[in-house]
């Protein structure tokens, strides 16, 4: 009798654990299983060179989301991106180009997305406007302005520097000119690593956490709420500024349509990493996952040689199909 | 036949007869009959029959029987984390229960949706409103069913909805301003002007004289009381037991998801029902002893208010507060004292007057200030005010004292922040899985205890509560106002605003009674009756000897 009772809770207790463990890196599952898959029915997708190549395509994509996470975790949204990505990667290669040294150029580029990000925090926390409305004011005024800075140009990038850090490498084995890890690349994962463990540790991710569930309470709490929200914008301007760079290094050349709708894909990184869109629960390492889910989804379409209309709609489905997910995932928890 | 028989009997019936509507009515005659012979009382309109209720190992509801005649007031009480809301959920049709049977006047039922419970006429008021802000009140009543077809017939609904909130005796309220713009108290009637307007057989009120004040309960009472007249059979679930006593003709208690007695009313006693929802006797539940607090000579008042005025809520008030007091703000909802508490933290800057912090003038403008002034407060409102939900008990805890542990000026030291949580969630006794489970899965009484923690874990001078016991269940109250206590006796000085007399009796050294924005009288508590806090609170200003 007595075992009768005690037995089923346990069961269920376990299956409970276990689907709260599924829901929890439902990311990581499906990563793995289009991991999977895609390895079966494309015979050289799981190659050292094609996995490679998945990293170097999403590299700027995901350095871009590590601010946007932030920026949506405190319940914001940043549009700009994509043309903060071409404004310090613009301006970092006209200074290469009129033979400046590296460090100037890239002071000059991640100093002008800083500024851009310090006018969306004042838009939005100070002024008050909408964060879609101020960012996209942005998006479609910081492109024109850059332009306006480079003269229109196409510009070629010569630097050792930027070079460099495209180059193929195979870790540890620098000689031998392998297809393998860029530095780029690296580069990200550290980039990644790093912001984990700050995201989690620091004062300042705790506080993101508590601005983007509760901004009411936070600030009972004491929590500079306005701050937080600003260095959130200012962050996402800083890694868009990164990415400028990571990107003219891996086309080499400036054109006036570097980056353009980086935006959405960067939102759909996040989105598809399981952070909510309202605020206050998500991962950035989640991020690096979703954007890995997008452009394996994105290169095994290449490989089958679907062609790229397709592949545009497909990843839009993509989406709303992860999006739909988690909303299953999240009922079936609530429940 | 035995009533278990006779149970029996009507379960084998179901079994065969799925409730057509022509099968069962013949039940109800066939059963009417057999109750007849044995002389029992006419069948419950409501018969919740062995319902049990399990969420992983955790038994939320044990073979519950419970039922509501027509035209009675049937209060269900009982602890947080006894099983009410899960048995009102369950008859809501919002969860489905492992066992047991729902009959409605004999008929069985089954609610797969919140839908269909409304449908077969339950109505239910909930604790959070489910109102609509920015829409009007008629709209409000009638949402989701607004009449006519493609396009709504606006003066229909206008009309509606002004005879029922006349029916309701709240005819004042205007059915057209926007919700937002209504009291809370308002808002409350509203909402239960809107479950009304599916004409219930059954309604359901979970706590909904939480948010109000006297005179409003007493309105409300009225209401139920019509209803009551009306053949309407009404569950009441509340945390108050006088106004339980007074209004109410039984009772069901819970405890631990069992039903301990169901009982009428007329001859318990308010401890009686205490002792019974906790399960133990408890002497000490409020000072019952006008023992006089063992006062040190006051070294000075921590907060001193001098003239403060704010807008039109609060004209020239004054008072001090002394280390290791206890003061109690009282009066009638809307009489300044919730003004006046937020002011204090910096919530309202645009403040006249002076507050001085320990002798030092200041200007309360952000509560990052008054924190840092050593001011905290706690309010009603813990889901939007006090807790970040999505986060776990360790993390609301240590949010406002992030800063103590961090290390090497960026990282947060984890082992000392857990040690430090976890020394409070030991010494409130907040009941938790972990200190790593989210804070939105706890009971009301332990939410409040984190919020509590959180400000102790601060070491604040001066702590602001606000309602603080508000739908926290019997148990944890106790708790809490121990705690305060044993706060005042630390050294902290300690300011609660209530609404709720006894609470403010019970644990207050001295008490300001606020009317219409100013103080109308402070009491000693040796001088303070619930008569004197009264008969000041509405105006009548007698002079208490």
Not at chain 1, 156 to 182: C, H, K, Y
Not at chain 2, 76 to 94: C, E
Not at chain 2, 359 to 364: A, K
Request: aromatic share 6%.
């Amino acid at each position: 009798m007595t075992e009768n009772i005690l037995n089923p809770p346990r069961a269920s207790q376990r299956t409970r654990r276990l689907r709260d463990l599924a829901a929890n890196n439902s990311t990581l599952l499906v990563a793995l299983l289009l991991l999977v898959v895609f390895g079966l029915t494309a015979s050289n997708f799981l190659s050292a060179n094609n996995i490679f190549n998945i990293f170097r395509q999403m590299s700027v994509v995901a350095t871009l989301g590590i601010g946007m996470t932030v920026v949506i975790l405190i319940g914001g949204i940043d549009l700009s991106v994509g043309s903060v990505l071409f404004l310090s990667g613009s301006l970092t290669a006209a200074q290469l180009d009129a033979g400046y040294p590296i460090t100037t150029a890239l002071v000059v580029g991640l100093g002008s997305a800083l500024l851009v990000g310090l006018l969306n925090g004042v838009l939005i926390e100070i002024v008050g406007i909408s964060p879609v409305i101020a960012t996209l004011g942005t998006l479609i005024g910081v492109r024109g302005l850059a332009l306006v800075l480079i003269n229109n140009a196409q510009i070629q990038v010569t630097d050792p520097f930027i070079e460099w850090m495209a180059v193929t490498r195979t870790p540890g084995i620098p000689s031998i000119n392998l297809p393998g890890l860029q530095f780029m690349v690296l580069f990200v994962f550290i980039l990644y690593a790093i912001m984990a463990i700050f995201m989690r540790q620091s004062q300042f991710g705790r506080q993101v956490y508590a601005v983007g569930g509760n901004p009411v309470a936070a600030r009972l709490c004491g929590v500079p709420v306005h701050t937080i929200r600003m260095l959130a914008y200012l962050l996402c301007s800083f890694t868009a500024g990164i990415a400028g760079i990571l990107m003219i290094a891996s086309t080499a050349v400036v054109s006036p349509n570097l980056g353009v709708g980086s935006e959405f894909y960067t939102i759909a990184a996040v989105v598809l990493g399981g952070t909510r869109l309202s605020g206050g629960v998500g991962r950035v390492e989640k991020t690096l996952l979703g954007a890995f889910i997008l452009y394996m989804v994105l290169n095994y379409m290449t490989l089958r040689r679907i062609p790229t209309e397709w592949q545009q709609a497909a990843t839009g489905f993509l989406l709303l199909g992860a999006v739909l997910l988690d909303r299953f995932a999240q009922r079936g928890r609530s429940s | 036949m035995s009533l278990t028989g006779m149970q029996a009997w009507q379960k084998a019936c179901n079994l065969i007869i799925k409730g057509d509507s022509w099968e069962s009515s013949f039940l109800t005659l066939f059963f009417g009959i057999e109750g007849f012979v044995v002389e029992s009382a006419p069948p419950p309109l409501l018969d919740m029959q062995n319902i049990s209720k399990r969420f992983g190992s955790v038994i939320a509801l044990d073979q519950v029987n419970f039922a509501a005649q027509r035209g009675e007031i049937h209060a269900l009480i009982g602890q947080n984390g006894a099983g009410k809301s899960t048995l009102m959920k369950i008859l809501a049709g919002a969860y489905l229960p492992d066992s047991g049977s729902i009959h409605l006047d004999s008929i069985p039922v089954q609610f797969q949706h919140p839908r269909d419970a409304l449908r077969q006429g339950i109505g239910i008021v909930y604790q959070d409103l489910s109102l609509v802000p920015k829409l009007g009140v008629a709209e409000n009543i009638f949402l989701g069913r607004e009449p006519g077809g493609l396009f709504i017939r606006q003066n229909e609904i206008l009309e509606r909805a002004k005879t029922i909130l006349q029916r309701l005796g709240v005819g004042d309220i205007p059915v057209q301003v926007r919700v937002e713009t209504l009291s809370l108290a308002q808002q409350q009637l509203v909402e239960i002007a809107k479950v009304l307007a599916y004409e219930p057989r059954l309604l359901v009120l979970d706590e909904p004289t939480a948010a109000l004040a006297q005179e409003e309960t007493d309105l409300l009472f009225g209401i139920l009381r019509g209803l009551r007249a009306q053949e309407i059979a009404i569950v009441y679930i509340s945390h108050r037991f006088k106004e339980i006593l007074q209004h109410c003709d039984r009772a069901t208690v819970l405890r631990n998801g069992q039903v301990i007695k169901t009982f009428p009313l007329a001859a318990v006693s308010e401890d009686e029902l205490i002792e019974l929802t906790i399960g133990e006797k408890i002497e000490h539940f409020f000072h019952t002893t006008q023992e006089p607090a063992p006062k040190q000579e006051t070294s000075g008042a921590v907060l001193e208010v001098e003239n403060l005025s704010i807008g039109r809520a609060v004209q020239n008030v004054s008072f001090a507060l002394q280390r290791g007091e206890i003061v109690g703000i009282t009066g009638l909802l809307g009489a300044g004292q919730n003004a006046l508490a937020r002011a204090l933290f910096g919530v309202i800057p645009e403040v006249s007057g002076t507050i001085r912090v320990k002798g030092q003038p200041v200007l309360l403008t952000s509560p990052k200030q008054a924190i840092r002034l050593g001011i905290g407060l706690l309010t009603e409102h813990r889901k939007t005010e006090g807790l970040v939900l999505e986060m776990n008990v360790r993390e609301n805890i240590t949010l406002p004292s992030l800063r103590r542990f961090r290390r090497a000026a960026l990282f947060n030291a984890n082992r000392r922040e857990a040690q430090a949580a976890q020394a409070y969630i030991g010494q409130l006794h907040i009941k938790a899985p972990s200190m790593n489970t989210k804070v939105n899965t706890l009971s009301g009484g332990n939410q409040q205890k984190v919020i509590l923690a959180k400000w102790l874990l601060r070491d604040l001078d001066v702590l602001i509560f606000i309602s603080p016991t508000q739908g926290v269940d019997v148990g944890a109250k106790a708790e809490i106002y121990e705690e305060l206590r044993a706060l005042a006796a630390a050294g902290k000085s300690i300011l609660v605003v209530s609404e709720e007399l006894i609470e403010i009796l019970g644990i207050s050294d001295r008490i300001i009674v606020m009317d219409r924005g100013r103080i109308g009288q402070i009491f000693a508590r040796a001088d303070a009756t619930e008569e004197a806090l009264t008969s000041v609170m509405q105006g009548i200003r007698e002079v208490v000897s």
